[in-house]
C-alpha cells in the first residue's frame, strides 16, 4: 500500500540576488504575481493536494515568510472593524491549522540536496512533496495533486517534468528514460546539468518532487556535486534501483520567477486568468505593445 503524502518541505533559504534591490530585506519568495507571494501559491497547491505539514527551510533575514501564514492581529481587527470581508477572508484563507507550520534554518548555503536534508527530522519516515515557489505552475487540478494521483499508481519517487530545448539541458536535471508512455516516463538514471552533447534526453526536472525517505540516507553522507554544492538530483539518483522513479508531464504551465523576464511573465499570465481583471490586463498590453 502506498503511504499518503502529508509533509512538504519549502527550500526557501535563498538570497534571491536577481532581484537586488527588491529582495535586499524582503525575502524573494514573498514577491508578489498579482496580489499573493510565490511562497503563497506553493503553500495553496501543497494544501490542495492533500498535505498537513507545512516545513520551511529558512536562512538568515526570512522570518517574514513564517510570519506570512501567521495572524496578524491589529490587520485582522481593522478589516472586521471595517466591514472589509473579502480582504479579511483573503487573509485568514492562506494561514494553515495551528502546529501544522514548522521551520528549521540552512545556515550554509551548499545547495538543494543540503536543503532538503536540514528538514530531515520533521520528516521522519514518511514520503513527502518539496515544492519550489521559484516555479510558479498555472494548473487545475495543481500541479501536486497531479503528482499525488500519479503517486498513488506509482509509489515510489515523481518528479515533475517537461521537455526542454536540447541546448538548455546543462540548466536542469534530465531523466535517462527507459519507458515512456507521454504522461509517465520511468527513469533509469539522472544526470544534474548536463552539456547538450551529453545528456541522455531533453526530459528536465522542475520545481515539485515526491520522495521517499530512502534519499536521506544518500544525503546523509553530504557528497559534492555539480558546482561543488549537495546536489539533490545526485541523492535522488541513486535511489534508482530502490524504489521506482517515474517523471510526470504534468498539466499546466510553468513560469521560471526565479529570472526577471519569467517573473514579469507569471504576472501577465495569472492577470489574464483573473476574471476580475482580464479585460484590465488585455488593455494595458494593448497600450504598451
Same mark, same amino acid.
Not at 538543494?112 to 510558479?136: N, S, Y
Not at 535517462?176 to 541522455?200: F, M, W
Given at each position: 500500500?502506498?503511504?499518503?503524502?502529508?509533509?512538504?518541505?519549502?527550500?526557501?533559504?535563498?538570497?534571491?540576488?536577481?532581484?537586488?534591490?527588491?529582495?535586499?530585506?524582503?525575502?524573494? &519568495?514573498?514577491?508578489?504575481?498579482?496580489?499573493?507571494?510565490?511562497?503563497? !501559491?506553493?503553500?495553496?497547491?501543497?494544501?490542495?493536494?492533500?498535505?498537513?505539514?507545512?516545513?520551511?527551510?529558512?536562512?538568515?533575514?526570512?522570518?517574514?515568510?513564517? @510570519?506570512?501564514?501567521?495572524?496578524?492581529?491589529?490587520? &485582522?481587527?481593522?478589516?472586521?472593524?471595517?466591514?472589509?470581508? &473579502?480582504?479579511?477572508?483573503?487573509?485568514?484563507?492562506?494561514?494553515?491549522?495551528?502546529?501544522?507550520?514548522?521551520?528549521?534554518?540552512?545556515?550554509?548555503?551548499?545547495?538543494?540536496?543540503?536543503?532538503?536534508?536540514?528538514?530531515?527530522?520533521?520528516?521522519?519516515?514518511?514520503?513527502?512533496?518539496?515544492?519550489?515557489?521559484?516555479?510558479?505552475?498555472?494548473?487545475?487540478?495543481?500541479?501536486?495533486?497531479?503528482?499525488?494521483?500519479?503517486?498513488?499508481?506509482?509509489?515510489?519517487?515523481?518528479?515533475?517534468? &517537461?521537455?526542454?530545448?536540447?541546448?538548455?539541458?546543462?540548466? !536542469?536535471?534530465?531523466?535517462?528514460?527507459?519507458?515512456?508512455?507521454?504522461?509517465?516516463?520511468?527513469?533509469?538514471?539522472?544526470?544534474?546539468?548536463?552539456?547538450?552533447?551529453?545528456?541522455?534526453?531533453?526530459?528536465?526536472?522542475?520545481?515539485? !518532487?515526491?520522495?521517499?525517505?530512502?534519499?536521506?540516507?544518500?544525503? @546523509?553522507?553530504?557528497?559534492?556535486?555539480?558546482?561543488?554544492?549537495?546536489?539533490?538530483?545526485?541523492?535522488?539518483?541513486?535511489?534508482?534501483?530502490?524504489?521506482?522513479?517515474?517523471?510526470?508531464?504534468?498539466?499546466?504551465?510553468?513560469? @521560471?520567477?526565479?529570472?526577471?523576464?519569467?517573473?514579469?511573465?507569471?504576472?501577465?499570465?495569472?492577470?489574464?486568468?483573473?476574471?476580475?481583471?482580464?479585460?484590465?490586463?488585455?488593455?494595458?498590453?494593448?497600450?504598451?505593445?
Amino acid at each position: 500500500m502506498v503511504k499518503p503524502i502529508r509533509k512538504a518541505v519549502f527550500p526557501v533559504a535563498g538570497l534571491g540576488t536577481r532581484f537586488l534591490p527588491a529582495t535586499k530585506i524582503m525575502p524573494k &519568495e514573498l514577491l508578489p504575481v498579482v496580489d499573493k507571494p510565490l511562497i503563497q !501559491y506553493a503553500v495553496e497547491e501543497a494544501r490542495d493536494a492533500g498535505i498537513e505539514d507545512f516545513i520551511f527551510v529558512t536562512g538568515r533575514g526570512k522570518g517574514l515568510l513564517v @510570519d506570512h501564514f501567521d495572524h496578524a492581529v491589529e490587520l &485582522e481587527m481593522t478589516l472586521k472593524e471595517r466591514g472589509k470581508d &473579502e480582504a479579511l477572508k483573503a487573509v485568514l484563507d492562506c494561514i494553515p491549522s495551528s502546529g501544522r507550520v514548522f521551520s528549521t534554518r540552512q545556515h550554509q548555503p551548499l545547495g538543494l540536496g543540503h536543503a532538503v536534508w536540514c528538514a530531515r527530522e520533521f520528516v521522519q519516515d514518511e514520503p513527502f512533496a518539496i515544492l519550489l515557489a521559484d516555479d510558479l505552475i498555472l494548473a487545475e487540478p495543481g500541479c501536486l495533486k497531479q503528482m499525488v494521483e500519479a503517486h498513488e499508481e506509482t509509489g515510489g519517487n515523481v518528479v515533475a517534468v &517537461e521537455d526542454v530545448p536540447k541546448e538548455m539541458t546543462n540548466r !536542469y536535471g534530465i531523466l535517462d528514460v527507459v519507458e515512456d508512455d507521454g504522461r509517465l516516463a520511468r527513469a533509469q538514471g539522472l544526470v544534474e546539468k548536463p552539456d547538450p552533447e551529453e545528456a541522455p534526453s531533453t526530459l528536465s526536472i522542475i520545481g515539485r !518532487y515526491i520522495l521517499g525517505p530512502e534519499v536521506f540516507e544518500h544525503l @546523509d553522507k553530504g557528497e559534492r556535486g555539480a558546482g561543488n554544492e549537495i546536489q539533490l538530483t545526485d541523492a535522488m539518483a541513486k535511489t534508482i534501483g530502490e524504489v521506482p522513479f517515474h517523471g510526470l508531464r504534468f498539466k499546466g504551465t510553468r513560469f @521560471d520567477c526565479g529570472s526577471r523576464a519569467g517573473f514579469i511573465e507569471a504576472n501577465v499570465a495569472f492577470g489574464l486568468a483573473r476574471s476580475d481583471l482580464k479585460d484590465d490586463v488585455r488593455e494595458i498590453l494593448k497600450r504598451h505593445l
